[in-house]
């Protein structure tokens, strides 16, 4: 990406030291732009992975895939590696690039506001910066969804939501409660069900759970892969696992895919033959097509829900009172501690920032009915504006790590072009936008995350968020920008 033609000191701010904003600084460094800065409101890296450390939190994508392309990792645990390590790799990663140098911790930027040309930022603490570029890399799961459940503070045990996981409240032996199914709620069970004295699994939609394998790799593979640059290259880029990708991501845009239909078969002889009880086995069952919901991908959920110590709650819940949950049915079900995995607000993006386009035009207008953007990446009126796994991206049981490198080399058109002099504001035309708005909604009620579940994926209006066609078209689109679709000013 290094730009030999550079004649402007150009100023790249990027908001968020999560993955994506350390890909950007590390991209930034390799070129030669050193007047840069990351701005970060907490005081260490890591973003998702630092927020989340709750019992049992691993990556469901296979470890080897979820690395930058440029830093493979020879040192993988496990084939999914724990949540532990995957943020050691990018506090490593991060000091080995020196980005280290350029983030400034502790620091949430609450205002951005295009001005004569340029970006003027502003952090909770009055710090204020001017940059020509900004790269907004802010993630999509940092918004905790706390429930509405009635009650909910009277309950007297320890309650926490699992993305704030209090690790001074011992486990071992008590009664805790896990509300919510999702990914994370699936990982905890599994954690804790050899742990907990009594563990309670309160599920409110039953979910499709695709098996798979978390084997260790030994010493001696690790050794190999550390020996061997050619072996590392083809772990990160398996042909069988890159072609499962690509075969279970373009069935997505079609709930009546047979994609979409090998995963049902899987998911049900999953159910089928692992749990025992009849009556359990039904509790499980989903009503909804698989994929809908983010499809889990456990090696041991169903064991776990069936340990002696642990109990799916099916019915539905009343209220909380001081000594635990009270169900629909009246039973009062006592607990020590309560762990709400109960997800994420998605729709939030960057905000409450204030962000503020070209002659006032306000990003919370712009967005007041759904988060949108030309691309996933860019906006009208907000020139010079990019942002990384932001709104519309795909989203999916696959490395976001490989669609922010994407949306990042895309974006690099538009840093060099600026960088060159070429041109002094970039951002897409209206017509683009509008063009791109109508298909993209089109699509995506056809998609299988449109098919009748509740998710993070949908947006207020029950309307998938997300990419709503083939991982293969993101791809094509994010080898190059259409230019004739940006407003591009000198
Ligand atoms: P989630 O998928 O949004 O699941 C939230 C759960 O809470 C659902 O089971 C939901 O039930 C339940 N819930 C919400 N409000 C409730 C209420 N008032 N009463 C009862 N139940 C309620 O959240 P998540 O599990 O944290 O996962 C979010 C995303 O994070 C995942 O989809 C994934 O993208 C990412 N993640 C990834 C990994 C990984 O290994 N890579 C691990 C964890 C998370 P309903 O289904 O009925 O709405």
Partial sequence: ?????????????????????????????????????????????????????????????????????????????????????????????????????????????????????????????????????????????HHLNYPDIPGLASFEGACFHTARWDHSVPLDGRRVGVIGNGSTGVQIISALAPRAGKLHHFQRTAQWIMPVENPAF??????????DPALLHYMQ?????????????????????????????????????????????????????????????????????????????????????????????????????????????????????????RDGVQLNDVWADRPKAYMAIAMPDFPNFFMLNGPNGPVGNFSLIDIAEQQLHYIWTFIEKLRAGECREVAPTHEAMQAFERDR???????????????????AEGIPATWPWTRTRFCEEMKAPRLEAYAIAS
């Avoid at 030994?218 to 020996?227: N, P, S, V, Y």
């Avoid at 009503?287 to 983010?294: I, V």
């Avoid at 019915?315 to 762990?339: M, S, T, W, Y």
């Avoid at 056809?446 to 994926?457: I, L």
């Fill in 1 to 141: 990406m290094a730009d030999k033609k550079a004649v402007r000191d150009i100023r790249v701010v990027v908001m968020g030291a999560g993955m994506a904003g350390i890909l950007s600084g590390i991209k930034l460094l390799e070129a030669g732009i050193t007047n840069c800065a990351i701005y970060e409101k907490a005081d260490r890296i890591g973003g998702t992975w630092r927020e989340n450390t709750y019992p049992g939190l691993t990556c469901d994508v296979p470890s080897h895939a979820y690395t930058y392309s440029f830093e493979p990792n020879p040192d993988w645990s496990h084939m999914l590696p724990p949540g532990a390590e995957i943020q050691e790799y990018f506090e490593r990663t991060t000091r080995k690039y020196g980005v280290d140098k350029i983030i400034r911790f502790n620091e949430e930027i609450v205002r951005c506001e295009f001005r004569g040309g340029r970006w003027h930022l502003e952090t909770k603490n009055g710090t204020r910066d001017e940059a020509d570029i900004v790269i907004a890399a802010t993630g999509v799961l």
């Fill in 218 to 227: 030994t010493d001696e593979q690790r050794a190999a892969f550390r020996a």
């Fill in 237 to 357: 880029n398996q042909p069988d696992y890159l072609a499962n990708v690509e075969r279970f991501n373009n069935s997505l845009v079609n709930a009546d895919s047979e994609g979409i239909a090998e995963i049902e078969a899987t998911c049900l002889a999953n159910l089928e033959n692992t749990v025992r009880d009849p009556v359990l086995r039904e509790k499980l069952r989903p009503n909804y097509r698989a994929a809908c919901k983010r499809l889990i991908y456990s090696p041991d959920y169903y064991e776990a829900i069936q340990h002696p110590n642990a109990e799916l709650v099916s019915d539905g819940i009343e209220c909380l009172e001081p000594a635990g949950v009270r169900l629909k049915n009246g039973r009062l079900v006592e607990l020590d501690v309560l762990a709400l995995a109960t997800g994420f607000n998605a729709g939030m993006f960057m905000r409450p920032m204030n962000v503020v386009g």
């Fill in 441 to 459: 909604l089109e699509a995506a009620k056809r998609t299988v995350f449109g098919s009748g579940c509740k998710s993070w994926y949908l947006d």
